[in-house]
C-alpha cells in the first residue's frame, strides 16, 4: 500500500515541478523534438532566449544530485531500506513508475495535445509535436539515468545514512 501513496505523491510533485518548468518552454527546449529545437534555434524570436549545452548539463547534474540525496533519505527513512539491493530495487521501481507517468500523461497527454506548448513559428510542425516515439525514447533513456541514480542512492544508503 504504501507503494501507491508513494507513487501517487511523487508523482504530484513531479507533475507540478514540470507546470512550473513549463511556464516558459523555451526554457525547456531540449525536451521538444529535434526538427522543433532547430526550427526555435533559427527563430530571431527565441535567439538569446535559449538554454545552451553547457546550461542542460548543469541542470541535470544538479538534479541528479538532488535527486540522489533526496531519494536516498525518502528510501532510508520513509521505507527503512537499509542495504544498497533494497535501496537499488525500491528507487528504482518508484523512478520507473514516475517514468511511466511522465511519458503517458505529461508527454503523451499533455505536451503533445497542448497548444500552449507550440512555439509561435512552428504551428505548421503538428506531426513534430506529436511524435510520441521521441518521448517513448526519451522514456528508456531515463531508466538508463535510473540506474545510475538509483545505484548512487543505493550506496549512500548503505554506507552513509
Same mark, same amino acid.
Given at each position: ?12 510533485? /513531479? *507533475? %507540478? ?10 526554457? *525547456? ?13 533559427? +527563430? ?7 538554454? *545552451? ?19 536516498? +533519505? ?8 537499509? *542495504? ?9 521501481? +518508484? ?44 522514456? /528508456? ?14 550506496? %549512500? ?5
Amino acid at each position: 500500500m504504501i507503494i501507491i501513496l508513494e507513487s501517487l505523491i511523487l508523482c504530484v510533485l /513531479f *507533475t %507540478v515541478m514540470v507546470y512550473f518548468m513549463s511556464r516558459e518552454p523555451v526554457k *525547456t527546449l531540449y525536451n521538444y523534438p529535434p526538427r522543433i529545437q532547430e526550427r526555435v534555434r533559427s +527563430l530571431d524570436e527565441y535567439r538569446d532566449q535559449i538554454p *545552451t549545452q553547457k546550461n542542460k548539463a548543469a541542470a541535470k547534474i544538479g538534479a541528479s544530485i538532488l535527486f540522489v540525496i533526496i531519494l536516498s +533519505l525518502i528510501l532510508r527513512y520513509v521505507n527503512g531500506c537499509t *542495504t544498497f539491493r533494497e535501496a537499488f530495487g525500491y528507487g528504482f521501481l +518508484l523512478w520507473t513508475i514516475v517514468n511511466l507517468w511522465d511519458v503517458i500523461v505529461l508527454d503523451i497527454v499533455w505536451f503533445c495535445h497542448d497548444p500552449y506548448f507550440v512555439f509561435k513559428g512552428t504551428e505548421d510542425m503538428v506531426s513534430d509535436y506529436h511524435d510520441y516515439w521521441f518521448h517513448i525514447r526519451g522514456f /528508456f533513456i531515463g531508466e538508463l539515468l535510473a540506474l545510475a541514480v538509483c545505484a548512487a542512492a543505493g550506496l %549512500v544508503v548503505h554506507f552513509i545514512l
